[in-house]
């Protein structure tokens, strides 16, 4: 009996794994964890974060991340729209710090001078939360842009 209750242990772990795999290729970031600023942000920060990424970024930055129409081109009043934040626009370019500067003080914060319609989230988001949606952002890239954005964030903390 002991046996069986040990096999049958195994086979749900393994179908665990199974679920986990299934739930990341599909994009569904659930039962995931990765590295936001090296520290290990849990699949329940990484919901957290989706959760405060619908209610403080979508309107601007699109429900799925998709930006606004026609982001590239800049708009009358001089100013970038919303770029997406998924993997078709250039949010994986900039190291975990930028993000962070960014989503905390603004653009301006990392390119002196720069205005921009992007607000800064300081005093509306604890730093806390503000890794916690920046986590949700980073779990929905492809592996590419996962692994570009790595290293782009370890020669920046190599940075004296
Ligand atoms: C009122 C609209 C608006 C809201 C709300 C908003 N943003 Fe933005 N965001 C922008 C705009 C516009 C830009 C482009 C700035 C530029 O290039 O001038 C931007 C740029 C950014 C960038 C730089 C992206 C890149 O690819 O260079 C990050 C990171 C960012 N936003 C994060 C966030 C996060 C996280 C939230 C929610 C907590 C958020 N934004 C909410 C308008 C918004």
Not at 95 to 122: C, E, N, W
Not at 131 to 154: C, G
Request: proline content about 4%.
């Amino acid at each position: 009996m002991k046996r069986l209750t040990l096999v049958l242990g195994g086979a749900a772990v393994a179908g665990l794994a199974a679920v986990i795999a299934v739930a990341q290729q599909s994009g569904d970031t659930q039962e995931e964890s990765l590295v936001f600023l090296g520290e290990l942000m849990s699949p329940k920060e990484i919901s957290a974060g989706r959760k405060l990424y619908a209610e403080n970024c979508a309107s601007c930055h699109g429900v799925k991340l998709e930006g606004q129409a026609d982001w590239k081109r800049r708009l009358d009043s001089g100013k970038m729209p919303a770029p997406p934040h998924d993997e078709t626009g250039h949010t994986w370019h900039h190291s975990d710090q930028d993000l962070f500067t960014i989503t905390k003080s603004g653009v301006s914060a990392v390119v002196a001078g720069y205005d921009s319609d992007m607000p800064a989230f300081d005093g509306v988001l604890s730093d806390a939360e503000i890794r916690t949606v920046l986590a949700y952002i980073k779990s929905t890239w492809p592996d590419r842009q996962r692994e570009y954005q790595e290293k782009i964030t370890k020669n920046e903390r190599a940075k004296p």
